[in-house]
Nanobody, 123 residues
C-alpha cells in the first residue's frame, strides 16, 4: 500500500490559515483519487475533501466549502489542503488517504494510515 505522512498542522487562532501536506511513498500518488479526513476528540473520523487523479475535480464537506482548498502535485507525490478562515470546530487530527471517485470513505481495505497532523484552532 501507499505510505502517507501528513504535516503542516499547528496551533492557530480563529480566522488564521494553515496549509497541510500529505507526502506519499511506495506508490505514485497519481494512481489514486485522494482525500482528507479529520477526527476530532470523541468523534468519528469524517470526510473533509476529495480530489481526482489529476486534480480536475474536487469535492468538500459542507462545513469547509469556501474556506478549504484541496490540491495535488503528482510530480512531487504530494497532496495539499489549504485551510483559510479556520474555526474552533476545525480542531482535529487531519489524515490523508486514497479513496474512490464520488466516495466519502477511504479505499476499501486501506489500513496504512499516517500519523496525522494536529490542527488546533483557538477562539
Amino acid at each position: 500500500q501507499v505510505q502517507l505522512v501528513e504535516s503542516g498542522g499547528g496551533l492557530v487562532q480563529a480566522g488564521d490559515s494553515l496549509r497541510l501536506s500529505c507526502a506519499a511513498s511506495g506508490h505514485s500518488l497519481s494512481r489514486y483519487v485522494m482525500a482528507w479526513f479529520r477526527q476530532a476528540p470523541g468523534k468519528e473520523r469524517e470526510f473533509v475533501a476529495r480530489i481526482t487523479w489529476h486534480g480536475d475535480s474536487t469535492a468538500y464537506t459542507d462545513s469547509v466549502k469556501g474556506r478549504f482548498t484541496i490540491s495535488r502535485d503528482n510530480n512531487k507525490n504530494t497532496m495539499y489542503l489549504q485551510m483559510n478562515d479556520l474555526k474552533p470546530e476545525d480542531t482535529a487530527i487531519y489524515y490523508c488517504a486514497p479513496t474512490v471517485f464520488g466516495a466519502t470513505r477511504p479505499l476499501n481495505g486501506f489500513s496504512s494510515w499516517g500519523p496525522g497532523t494536529q490542527v488546533t484552532v483557538s477562539a
